[in-house]
């Protein structure tokens, strides 16, 4: 196998589940707590939630820096 076809299995799969990570997260306070409108503006992230959220960050950066490898590695976009 392909330095360049690791690396558009690896963008592929890591943005397919950020994607599903961004969708399982429940919904926190809308953009009107901010304004002074009743309801919290910062929740403490705790059990399912946090590990949804470490993971998103962890996808997002792996898709970044694979997306990055194509661009900047000499002979890997073909």
């Known amino acids: ?3 360049g076809s690791i690396l558009q299995f ?3 799969g890591s943005g397919v589940l950020m ?3 961004i969708l399982l997260q429940q ?3 809308s ?3 901010g304004f002074g409108s009743s309801g919290e503006l910062y929740t403490t992230r705790r ?3 946090k590990n949804l959220f470490e993971a998103t960050i962890i996808l997002a950066v792996v898709f970044t820096l694979s997306i990055l490898a194509g661009l900047l590695l000499p ?3 073909g």
């Open 75 to 77: 002979g890997v976009n």
């Open 19 to 21: 994607i599903v990570c």
């Open 10 to 12: 690896v963008t592929l």
């Open 47 to 49: 059990g399912l939630d």
């Open 1 to 3: 196998m392909e330095l």
């Open 31 to 33: 953009l009107g707590a």
């Open 27 to 29: 919904r926190g306070a």
